[in-house]
């Protein structure tokens, strides 16, 4: 069976889990605690990075999520949640580099004020245009008329980017001023993988210790 290492808070985890969710693959959950259990030497011995998530399937142990996602799709295709046109497939891709090259960095600087690690007011206003950037650009390529980035099917582009997009109301950032995106981050929510993996309020607020640590060190 397949084996998945993760947390209940983390975003890149949480596009694993949904997907393997959404493909109603049968799989060992293997909770860590990020306050050391990633330095483990059994779990160096996986991701020498320290890093979740990590999926084992029989004789195949993969890390870094996008390399996750892609590998479930070649094994398990059914449902499909890759488009069939080039230029769709290339579109999604693009949404997924976009959704992890261009929000944790304004995300992680927001998240430092948060939990009260100091930060430059001017980077601070910085992280939060970035964050604006990125919204902007979902909503433009998304279409009233759907429901998903490329129509009613969903693809990797809304697990990645939307898991993402979950997490942006708790950096204090508001989704009114991009109807499409709400709307479609709506669609997502109701979507049982989504309220699966949901964090708890109770979760957050104990999660703050762990990301301080972690924020710390950076
Ligand atoms: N590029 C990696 C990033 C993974 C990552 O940064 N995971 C974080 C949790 S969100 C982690 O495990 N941090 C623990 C640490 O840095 O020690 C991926 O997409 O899988």
Request: charged share 30%; glycine share 4%.
């Amino acid at each position: 069976m397949l084996k998945f290492y993760y947390t209940r808070l983390s975003v890149n985890a949480r596009r694993v889990w949904v997907t393997l969710l959404e493909k109603k693959l049968e799989f060992e959950p293997i909770l860590l605690k990020l306050n050391g259990d990633q330095f483990k030497p059994e779990f160096l011995k996986l991701n020498p990075f320290h890093h979740i998530p990590v999926l084992i399937d029989d004789d195949c142990t993969l890390i870094e999520s996008l390399a996750i996602l892609d590998y479930l799709e070649a094994k398990y295709p059914n449902p499909e949640f890759v488009p069939k046109e080039a230029k769709d497939i290339g579109k999604m891709r693009e949404i997924e580099l976009v959704t992890v090259n261009e929000l944790p960095p304004p995300s992680i600087v927001i998240m430092r004020e948060i939990i009260d690690l100091p930060v430059d007011a001017k980077k601070l206003e910085l992280a939060k245009k970035q964050i604006g950037t990125v919204l902007q650009y979902f909503e433009d390529n998304l279409d009233e008329n759907h429901s998903y980035f490329f129509g009613e099917q969903l693809t990797l582009a809304d697990i990645v980017a939307g898991t993402a997009v979950s997490a942006i109301p708790l950096l204090g950032i508001s989704l009114d001023g991009y109807p499409k995106v709400k709307r479609w981050w709506e669609n997502l929510q109701q979507r049982e993988s989504w309220q699966q993996t949901e964090p708890t309020r109770e979760e957050l607020e104990a999660s703050k210790a762990i990301l301080k640590a972690i924020l710390e060190k950076k």
